[in-house]
């Protein structure tokens, strides 16, 4: 399956470490999300991009940063991040045509280690 | 903002028994309601969904029921198959600019050969 891509797959980093989750989705979607799955709780969703803009943030530390260059690519920047941030960052996309928006489709994940 | 419940969170069949899991939602204003199956290290997939215009829909062995009066809606396995273990989710959303889904907290369904 190759309609929305996530690199790296797994990410061990320290503390201090500055990193970047990528996201490309082809598609041809508007819109694409961020998603974190940690173990034992539901899907939580942390960001979404609408025609490249930002239009929810879900009361996620700005230890996270998202970017939205074009409507193909997402990335999410990770800086100073905690042990307890350690989880499956999802990435997804889907069409939106106001008012019906359509299936959310998902990326792998990045499985992200927080020493 | 929207709050989503599922049971149970474990679910035992025997191969070729039915499997039921059912969800509540909060927010009366939801009107799409996707299933996703996430097998073990793979992605959530999409399997089924329903729009609160209608009350029931059908897709081979899976079924899903919405009742918009309770607020609740179900995943119907038949005939189960060891290849539907896995992790189950439901998900509720109301029409937006972008879809923001609210999952529930998932079933793990394990068929026993």
């Known amino acids: 399956e190759t309609g929305v891509t996530q690199t790296p797959r797994h990410l061990v980093m320290g503390m201090t470490n500055k990193k970047s989750l990528k996201c490309e989705q082809h598609l041809g979607h508007n819109a694409m999300y961020w998603y974190k799955q940690s173990a034992k709780k539901p899907l939580e969703l942390m960001f979404v991009?609408?025609?490249?803009?930002?239009?929810e943030n879900n009361s996620v530390p700005s230890r996270f940063s998202p970017e939205c260059p074009n409507s193909s690519h997402l990335f999410l920047h990770l800086h100073t991040l905690q042990p307890e941030d350690s989880a499956l960052y999802l990435c997804?996309?889907?069409?939106?045509?106001?008012?019906?928006?359509?299936?959310?489709?998902f990326g792998p994940g990045t499985r992200l280690t927080v020493l | 903002g929207e709050n989503v419940e599922q049971h149970p969170s474990t679910l035992s069949v025997q191969e070729g028994d039915s499997a039921v899991i059912k969800c509540t939602y909060s927010?009366?204003?939801?009107?799409?309601f996707p299933w996703y199956k996430q097998e073990l290290g793979k992605r959530p997939q999409l399997i089924i969904d329903?729009?609160?215009?209608?009350g029931e829909k059908k897709d081979q062995r899976i079924a899903v029921t919405l009742n918009k009066t309770a607020k609740h809606f179900s995943l119907h396995i038949t005939e189960t198959q060891p290849e539907d273990s896995a992790v189950y989710f439901c998900a509720a959303s109301t029409t937006g600019s972008a879809r923001q889904l609210t999952f529930g907290s998932g079933t793990q369904l394990t068929v026993l050969p």
């Open positions: 997804a996309s889907s069409q939106e045509t106001s008012p019906r928006s359509d299936t959310q489709y």
């Open positions: 927010d009366s204003a939801s009107n799409y």
């Open positions: 991009y609408n025609f490249k803009e930002q239009t």
């Open positions: 329903i729009r609160s215009n209608v």
